[in-house]
């Protein structure tokens, strides 16, 4: 599989600051700072309470299973090796609403079941993009 063919993430205005943490190996999200309520994916305004005052904080990088897709089409050429692929959607321990994606790494689909305990795995592709990937850890 190569990663350096993968189209690269665009940081926007809300995102960058999460990818410049997942570049040093952190995942990170926003925490209101009027109502302590975290939130993910980033965004201006507090779903809660309509704060736009936030801080990023680090969360642990493991949550569960919620929902997943094992991907048997080319969508892309410069994907052709990698498919079939397997995308997880993870929800984080620290937040029932906050959901992550990425592949899966180390895993067999097969095996995969809703709530199967999972942990971020940090692949640097280049110089710039690093991904957030997820594995099976021990329960």
Avoid: K
């Amino acid at each position: 599989m190569s990663l350096a063919r993968r189209p690269r993430p665009e940081p926007d205005r809300d995102s960058t600051p999460w990818w410049q943490a997942v570049r040093r190996h952190e995942l990170t999200v926003q925490r209101c700072v009027s109502c302590g309520t975290p939130r993910f994916p980033a965004r201006a305004v507090c779903n809660r309470c309509r704060g736009r005052e936030h801080l990023w904080v680090p969360v642990s990088g493991t949550g569960r299973v919620y929902t997943w897709i094992v991907n048997h089409q080319v969508f892309m050429r410069s994907m052709a090796d990698e498919v079939p692929y397997t995308v997880v959607a993870v929800r984080l321990d620290e937040g029932h609403d906050m959901l992550m994606y990425g592949d899966l790494v180390d895993g067999d689909p097969a095996g995969l079941y809703e709530g199967l305990p999972v942990e971020a795995v940090f692949t640097d592709v280049d110089e710039e993009t690093t991904l957030v990937r997820w594995r099976p850890r021990a329960r």
